[in-house]
């Protein structure tokens, strides 16, 4: 439990203290910065993707300057939607679910939670940030190449997003930038998740033993060691695939492939192959969205409940066991792939049991608030609300774990329904709960309740409106990533998709009272007290906003488990973790 | 606050059941042998995932409702049975769940794809592309003709690369741009795609299956109601996606006879 290799002296210039900052602070505050941009770039797009589904001819004001070919006078061709889709999904997926929950919040709060002046690896630190940034704008400048993006989806399915501009526009240059952009991010990724787990294992301050770490800190390491073992898969993935893409092999490409006229200079490679390395990353990485979120929820839940959880370790267990199962159930991304059909079966089963950690943590979480005080603001209510999402977003996965249902299921608008409530809403909810809540420590100024609050109000309804209905569609057998809907069948559903549109529309402008929020309460706001929350843990004890070093020049020892709520006899309803003060053990 | 939560997710809840029970938006009626048993397994879970759903969202609405603004003044309390008597009740009601509908249930997967298609059932070929499928019939000889990627030429209507002038088999080989099937016959349908990774989908069969380029797949079915039906692409392929789609028809023996010949021409 060495400080030593944290230790590096304040900033001294601008550029240091704001740009390159080796200060886990304020590169916390960095991926949380890249992730606003990336959320609100990935919102409009959704907006503007909605639009087209309803209006399919009506043209959207501007859309030309960002591609003349892709959107002519504004209305937008069928490549365009696909372009914009792909972007969409890679911006909300990685640079969206993947940086806020884990990357930004993890790096600001899980060196003080533990009572660390920094992360292991500072410099490490840093790298980790700006290769991000630059995966950022490597993707972001695919919009800018004459293709435009690419049209091959989030997943880069091959050999789609193998043979270049032969298969399609946007799949020449705009997925090289694609697969540059994710390779990068893997890198970034790996620097980072190891950096978590060196920081917390090796770190910890005097007293702070694996049991007493809270939470949160728990479930930003067991993500650490899920992200060590996903993006070591996709970054070769990656890499192979860009080798196919311009060094004519033929990893992913099979022979006897014409495309556009022409018979493809390929030959035997397989496309499922693509499908097992993405899916062996892809499945975990829901798990790296939705495990901090859980993590994050937990944590403010139990303050603002002012008890704690019904039990710590099976709460930390049951993350333990949905990290470990995480890697075992890709191949039900493949039910209808092709792959041998026996193997179905071993992929449900896992899938299915995954269930019961989840539940056990549902249960957990509504068994906690039963006789609880329980405190509603807006970083509660968000708590809440997640706590609803991941159960509605969950259930849906009992259908799609089942082969024979994921026969009539599988890549139908039940599929996009199940994964933005459970990985999209149900960890951006987290998000925002983490953002009510820790704001005051990170920024030394309180939030607006009442602009929270109606935040809140928008955001929940509007989410249900919006994605409740995506289940019907699929029951009605909608198919997903469809520029427009010109099969007969799907007529009837039109106006299912106009209210969704229009929920869309609704739901994203309660976004813009958010981001309003976090600007004005920046530099208007109240002055936050050190520990506004009467919270317990470590990140309570230090000033708002904390100094460069953290804790200053004293080092924390901590003397309690993380969450002394309302133990009887103590003498006060909650107990911080370095107060010396005996308080009775219970549990 | 807290009760305004409490209601709006109980109403939230019951909301959402709604169109589930009335089965607004539904699946449309199944014509396969095989799909009953699918519509079954969906049902039993709609009818675990929904109560489980219903159950954990009324739970939520309670526990805030009664808990919320309580203060320093009320009593902590805690479940009844705690932590061990929820990981139990998880234990227990979520593997039983499981064990029904993960292990019984297999048999509609295994209907699909575990047995192989009977030894009369009829074999029909199907290739997709971007933007089209395209059937073939192996004809008079029952055998089908070998393909050639270098022969295709869709300005010559030679979608699958025949090659007639060598090949004796594909001489009589019948392509078609819809899938017409004989009702109530086991057909056995292989599926190779041209290009790049498509699906075939067909709602009222209850039937999908991807087409992976380089290899060639099969999925077999009986179709027992005569009608239309759209087949649709699910599979993203490219720009011409959502417009790939080709009819399923399914005919009486007689007129499906008089289809084929009046193709074979």
Redesign the interface.
């Known amino acids: 439990m060495s400080q030593e290799a944290a230790h590096h002296g304040p900033p001294t210039s601008f550029l240091r203290k704001y740009i390159f900052s080796v200060d886990h602070k304020v590169i916390g505050k960095q991926y949380y910065g890249l992730a606003l941009a990336a959320v609100f770039t990935g919102m409009i797009l959704s907006w503007v993707m909605r639009f087209h589904l309803v209006w399919p001819n009506a043209a959207i004001p501007g859309l030309q300057w960002l591609s003349k070919v892709g959107a002519p006078g504004g209305v937008m061709t069928p490549e365009y939607y696909l372009s914009l889709l792909t972007m969409h999904g890679t911006l909300m997926v990685f640079f969206v679910l993947t940086n806020a929950p884990f990357a930004a919040f993890g790096n600001y709060f899980l060196p003080i939670q533990i009572g660390a002046e920094d992360m292991a690896f500072p410099r490490f630190n840093m790298m980790s940030f700006w290769v991000t940034f630059a995966a950022f704008v490597v993707l972001m400048s695919a919009f800018f190449v004459p293709d435009g993006p690419p049209i091959s989806g989030w997943t880069a399915y091959a050999p789609l997003s193998a043979v270049g501009s032969d298969a399609g526009p946007g799949l020449g240059m705009g997925q090289n930038l694609w697969a540059i952009s994710i390779a990068l991010f893997c890198i970034a990724s790996l620097l980072g998740a190891l950096n978590f787990i060196a920081t917390t294992l090796d770190l910890r301050a005097k007293g702070m033993t694996l049991m007493r770490m809270p939470i949160s800190t728990w479930a930003w390491f067991i993500t650490s060691c899920i992200a060590l073992l996903a993006f070591a898969v996709l970054l070769p993935a990656c890499l192979l695939l860009i080798l196919d893409r311009i060094a004519g092999t033929s990893f992913f490409v099979p022979g006897g492939l014409m495309i556009s006229d022409r018979l493809q200079p390929h030959s035997g490679g397989s496309p499922l192959l693509w499908q097992h390395l993405f899916w062996f990353f892809g499945h975990p990485e829901v798990y790296i969205a939705i495990l901090p979120a859980m993590g994050i929820v937990s944590h403010i839940l139990i303050n603002s409940m002012r008890k704690p959880l019904l039990s710590h370790k099976v709460v930390i267990g049951s993350m333990l066991s949905i990290g470990f199962l995480s890697y075992m159930v890709w191949g039900h991304h493949m039910f209808l792939s092709g792959m041998n059909p026996f193997s179905a079966l071993v992929f449900s089963f896992p899938t299915l049991i995954i269930t019961i950690p989840a539940t056990i943590l549902t249960l957990i979480w509504l068994g906690s608030l039963y006789g609880s005080r329980l405190q509603i603001n807006s970083a509660s209510l968000f708590a809440l609300g997640f706590i609803s999402m991941f159960v509605s977003g969950g259930v849906s996965g009992f259908f799609l774990a089942q082969p024979s249902i994921d026969i009539y299921l599988h890549a139908t608008y039940f599929v996009v329904g199940h994964f933005h409530l459970v990985m999209g809403v149900a960890a951006i909810f987290g998000i925002f709960a983490g953002t009510y809540f820790w704001f005051p420590k990170m920024s030394g100024h309180m939030m607006n309740e009442t602009l929270g609050k109606i935040h809140f109000w928008f955001t929940f309804v509007g989410a249900y409106c919006i994605f409740m209905p995506f289940h019907y569609l699929g029951l009605a057998g909608n198919v997903r990533r469809y520029s427009s809907f010109v099969d007969d069948y799907l007529q009837p559903l039109l106006p299912v998709h106009k209210f969704i549109t229009i929920a869309a529309f609704c739901t994203g402008a309660a976004q813009l009272v958010f981001l309003f929020n976090l600007i004005y309460s920046r530099f208007k706001g109240a002055a936050a007290p050190d520990n506004p929350w009467n919270a317990t843990s470590l990140e309570w004890t230090i000033p708002s906003p904390p100094p460069w070093n953290n804790f200053g020049d004293k080092h924390p020892v901590v003397y309690h488990d993380p969450y002394q709520y309302g133990v009887e006899g103590a003498k006060e309803d909650f107990t911080m973790q370095d107060s010396p003060e005996r308080v009775p053990v219970k549990s | 606050?807290?009760r305004i939560?409490a209601i709006?997710?109980v109403i939230?809840a019951i909301a959402?059941a709604i169109?589930?029970v009335l089965h607004?938006?539904?699946?449309?009626e199944d014509i396969s042998t095989h799909g009953h048993?699918?519509d079954d397994?969906?049902k039993d879970?709609?009818y675990?995932?929904?109560l489980?759903?219903l159950a954990?969202?009324l739970?939520?609405g309670l526990?805030?409702w009664?808990?919320?603004?309580?203060?320093?003044q009320?009593?902590?309390?805690?479940?009844p049975g705690?932590?061990k008597g929820?990981?139990i009740?998880?234990?227990v009601?979520?593997?039983s769940?499981?064990l029904a509908?993960?292990v019984l249930?297999?048999k509609?997967?295994a209907s699909?794809?575990?047995a192989g298609p009977d030894k009369d059932a009829m074999t029909i070929q199907a290739q997709a592309?971007?933007f089209a499928f395209y059937f073939r019939y192996p004809g008079a000889d029952g055998k089908f003709g070998g393909m050639h990627?270098?022969k295709?030429d869709?300005g010559n209507q030679n979608f699958f690369?025949l090659d007639p002038e060598n090949d004796v088999d594909s001489r009589d080989d019948i392509v078609a741009g819809e899938l017409a099937v004989p009702v109530n016959r086991q057909i056995n349908l292989t599926l190779h795609s041209?290009?790049?990774?498509h699906?075939f989908?067909v709602?009222e069969l209850?039937?999908?299956?991807?087409f992976?380029?380089?290899?060639d797949?099969a999925v077999h079915f009986t179709a027992t109601k005569p009608g239309r039906y759209?087949i649709?692409?699910?599979?993203?392929?490219?720009?011409?996606?959502?417009?790939m789609?080709a009819y399923l028809s399914v005919l009486s023996q007689e007129d499906f006879d008089k289809w084929l010949k009046e193709r074979a021409q």
């Not at chain 2, 607004?24 to 449309?28: G, I, L, R, V």
């Not at chain 2, 649709?232 to 417009?243: A, D, E, P, R, S």
């Open positions: 606050m807290g939560f709006t997710v939230i959402s169109p589930i607004t938006w539904a699946p449309p048993a699918i397994q969906m879970t709609m675990e995932a929904g489980s759903f954990a969202q739970l939520l526990f805030i009664q808990n919320a603004g309580r203060g320093k009320d009593k902590l309390k805690t479940f705690g932590a929820l990981v009740a998880a234990l009601l979520v593997g769940e499981i509908l993960g249930g297999q509609a997967w699909v794809y575990f592309g971007q990627p270098d295709i869709e690369g041209k290009d790049v990774g699906s989908y709602r209850r039937l999908q299956q991807d992976v380029p380089g290899l797949l759209e649709v692409c699910t599979q993203l392929c490219g720009l011409g996606h959502y417009n789609k």
